[in-house]
Structures are given as structure tokens and as C-alpha cells.
């Protein structure tokens, strides 16, 4: 008699799609994790293998026998496989080369030698071309043929004799064109590209920018030697964003994921900055025993110093966060730096004076006029000093050449923070005074 089913029931882990069946294998112990992947069939490796984060894979293969890595491998996607291969130590890499096909093993040693973060690191090697003198129905019977091994073949890419890059032709307009047309009259001609040395974070912005599925990339002669695609460039993206985000809270950069760090890396990323920003915030320290006489005859104004440096600092952070991302996707540019720095001036200066607004009612009733005076003039102050800070030190460090995410959070906070209690106590010493 049959049994009613949950629809919401969750499927065994052979019945599971490929991608849930490698998610569950990352919650594995290690050692659990080859005797889980090899009670795959063998035409579930690969596919379950292809969604494994890389230090997965690296430490699957090696564990994995020889022959089952070899044809797992040999299935892989050419530049996914070239990233392998980068990650296993040497000796793995010996015996992997050893039993891989001479086609592979030499696909692989090419890709491989590419610079970390280049166009060439995160090429592949698996595209379709194309010969201008070809009629459209000769066109598509090579892609029919080509198709197995190419990433993609939505658009292939024209090559002469020497495999000089000279055009581009979609899949869709072959379909529509006669049988008899030639792919020179429908090719476009002049494709964009990029160089083998090109960073990999601009060919994801061109790649955005040109809403390409591929870019082609050249040799220094013109040569077609790969194509970057949509989602390795996605896969670029996600990571670079990261990076930045790490940089902003001041993490020094890590590749794991949040689950796979250990404590020890979490610790060594995070402990520099914290360490260097300890130093930072004793000339905080130092401006506060400096005004001591200042503090002990108007102790009230101990109470307004946390509200205005958290004030100067949010506004720098606001500001950091807004250019660096700005910068980050090309939004802003170094020469828009004079332009926004004038509009940036006026919206600090709208926004410390409704701030003073705010808290001056508050300084006259904890410590009378004269200290409502001096907490409404810094908090003025302090908003439009740390919003320019914040606004300008990433355009800095971008002239410095260096990474402008490293501007944002507790940096521009700590700057500000020294900056906002010397103003505050130098204009209650005035006001009152001292």
C-alpha cells in the first residue's frame, strides 16, 4: 500500500543535485569526506568535485587514488584545474603531471605560470574559433564539433592563420544568417580585449561595463591565448569585494572562508591593525592629560567628549565608505577630487550645524552657555574635519597607489577621534578661559 511523502521532505544525499551534495560534503570531518566522494559514481565526481571550494578540492585530491583523480581532472574546466594544480604541494603535483595526458599536463603548466591576479591566471583555455573564409554552415558544424570542449560557444572568436584575434561572431546571428554567408561579413570586427598581464579586478569591470558572457584575452603579438568568462570574472568580483570589506574593518586579508579560518588565522589577520591602532588612540590620550586643568574645573565636559568623537568618526566613516566603493567601481575618478570635496565641504557644514543644533540645548542645561557654546562649535568642527578626512583619504592612498579600502572604519575613526578632542578642549579653553 503506498505511503503519502513529505514534498518538503529533504532528499538522501545520492538523490541530492550535485551542488547540495558538495555543500554537505564541507560539513564533513576531513577524513569523512573521501569516503563520502568516492561512493559517488563516477559520473557524479566531477560535477559534485567542479562545486567544492578550492581548499576542498585541494585537500580531497589528495586523498583521492590516482585514477579517480586523473579522469576528475582530466573533466575539469581548464582554468579550474590550472588552480588545482597551484595548490597542491609539489610532490602531488609531481604525480598528478605523471599520469595527466600530454595535451593536459601542458594546457595545465601554461595556464599556471600566469601572475597571481592577472587576466592569464583566471583565463581558459577551452574556446571556440572561427575562420573568416568560412560560409555560416561550415561555421556551424566546426562549433558543433568544438562544442564538448569550449567554455562557452554563445560567441566564438575569429582567428587568422597565425591565430591573431580579428574578430568575434554570436552564435545567435550564425543561426539567422544564410547558409552561404561568410563569418568575415557578419563578425564584428576589433573585439574588445585584454592583455595576458591585465588585472583580473578591471577584466570584471569590463566584462560589467561591456555586459560581455566572455572577453578574449591577447598575447603581446595579438595572439588569442584565452578567454575569460562571465562567471569566473563574477567569481573575481565576489572576492575582490571581500577583500575590501575586510580592509575596511581593518582585517588583513584572507582567502579562507569564515568557516574553514582557524583560529589562528583569524587571530594573526586581525591582531596588526588592533595592535597599530592602540598606538594611534594614545594621542587621544595625550590631548586629554594635556587640557587636565581644563577637565577638572568643568568636569561636564567629560560628558559631551564620547558624543563628539563618535560624531567626527561616524561622519569620516561615512564619507571613506562612499568613496571607496565609489572608487571601486570607477564612479570617481582622481581628477573628480576638487568637485567633490567642494560638494562634501557643504553637506559636512549642513550636517555639524544640525548636529550643533541638537546638542546645544543639552550643553546648556548640563553645564550652562558657555559650555553649550564650546560643545556646539566642536561639534561643528568635527563633522566637517572628519568627513573631509574621510572623504580624502582614499583619493590619498589611491595617488600613493595603494588600496583605498584601508582608508574606512577604525582608521578614519582613530584620526578623527585625536583630531576631536584637541578641537574640543582648545575651544572650551578658549571660551572658558583657560
Not at 179 to 199: F, G, K, Q, Y
Not at 395 to 421: K, Q
Given at each position: 500500500?503506498p ?7 529533504v532528499?538522501?544525499f ?24 568516492m ?24 586523498r ?21 594544480f ?7 603535483q ?34 571556440a574559433?572561427?575562420?573568416?573564409g ?23 572568436y ?13 552564435l545567435?546571428t ?10 568575415r ?75 574553514e ?39 561636564s ?9 563618535d ?31 567642494t ?14 543644533a ?37 583619493f590619498?592612498l ?16 582613530t ?20
Amino acid at each position: 500500500m503506498p505511503t503519502d511523502t513529505d514534498p518538503h521532505e529533504v532528499p538522501s544525499f545520492h538523490d541530492a543535485r550535485p551542488v547540495d551534495m558538495a555543500s554537505r560534503l564541507g560539513d564533513l570531518a576531513a577524513q569523512d569526506v573521501a569516503r563520502h566522494f568516492m561512493n559517488l559514481t563516477d559520473a557524479q565526481q566531477p560535477v559534485v568535485f567542479s562545486h567544492l571550494t578550492m581548499e576542498l578540492q585541494c585537500n580531497l585530491a589528495q586523498r583521492l587514488p590516482g585514477p579517480t583523480l586523473t579522469r576528475i581532472v582530466a573533466k575539469m574546466k581548464a582554468d579550474d584545474r590550472a588552480d588545482l594544480f597551484n595548490l597542491l604541494p609539489p610532490h602531488e603535483q609531481a604525480r598528478l603531471a605523471q599520469e595527466l595526458s600530454p595535451e593536459i599536463r601542458e594546457d595545465i603548466q601554461r595556464l599556471a605560470t600566469h601572475p597571481d591576479e592577472s587576466a592569464g591566471a583566471i583565463m581558459t583555455s577551452d574556446y571556440a574559433v572561427l575562420d573568416a573564409g568560412m560560409t555560416t554552415a561550415q561555421a556551424i558544424a566546426a562549433l558543433r564539433d568544438q562544442a564538448p570542449g569550449a567554455e562557452t560557444i554563445y560567441r566564438s572568436y575569429v582567428v587568422d592563420r597565425d591565430h591573431l584575434l580579428t574578430g568575434s561572431v554570436r552564435l545567435h546571428t550564425l543561426i539567422l544568417a544564410q547558409d552561404d554567408t561568410l563569418v568575415r561579413d557578419l563578425m564584428e570586427a576589433a573585439p574588445i580585449s585584454v592583455s595576458l598581464d591585465a588585472d583580473q579586478e578591471e577584466v570584471g569591470k569590463m566584462i560589467a561595463r561591456y555586459d560581455l558572457l566572455a572577453i578574449p584575452v591577447v598575447d603581446e603579438g595579438g595572439r588569442l591565448v584565452g578567454i575569460v568568462t562571465h562567471d569566473d570574472a563574477a567569481d573575481v568580483m565576489q572576492a575582490e569585494a571581500t577583500e575590501d570589506f575586510q580592509k575596511i574593518s581593518h582585517v588583513l586579508p584572507f582567502k579562507q572562508t569564515m568557516r574553514e579560518a582557524g583560529i589562528g588565522i583569524l587571530y594573526s589577520r586581525r591582531i596588526v591593525w588592533l595592535a597599530l591602532l592602540v598606538f594611534g588612540n594614545l594621542f587621544s590620550g595625550a590631548g586629554i592629560a594635556y587640557f587636565e586643568d581644563v577637565i577638572l574645573a568643568y568636569v561636564s565636559l567629560v560628558f559631551f567628549l564620547p558624543l563628539l568623537i563618535d560624531s567626527s568618526g561616524n561622519a569620516g566613516s561615512q564619507s571613506a565608505t562612499l568613496m571607496v566603493r565609489a572608487l571601486a567601481t570607477g564612479d570617481v575618478e582622481m581628477k573628480d577630487w576638487r568637485a567633490l570635496i567642494t560638494r562634501e565641504l557643504a553637506v559636512a557644514a549642513a550636517l555639524g550645524a544640525t548636529m550643533a543644533a541638537v546638542v546645544m540645548p543639552l550643553g546648556a542645561w548640563r553645564g550652562g552657555w558657555d559650555v553649550a557654546m564650546a560643545v556646539g562649535l566642536t561639534m561643528f568642527l568635527v563633522v566637517i574635519i572628519g568627513s573631509l578626512v574621510g572623504m580624502s583619504l582614499p583619493f590619498l592612498l589611491s595617488r600613493l597607489r595603494l588600496d583605498p579600502a584601508t582608508a574606512s572604519g577604525p582608521l578614519v575613526t582613530t584620526i578623527s577621534d585625536a583630531t576631536g578632542v584637541l578641537i574640543y578642549f582648545t575651544i572650551a579653553s578658549f571660551i572658558l578661559g583657560f
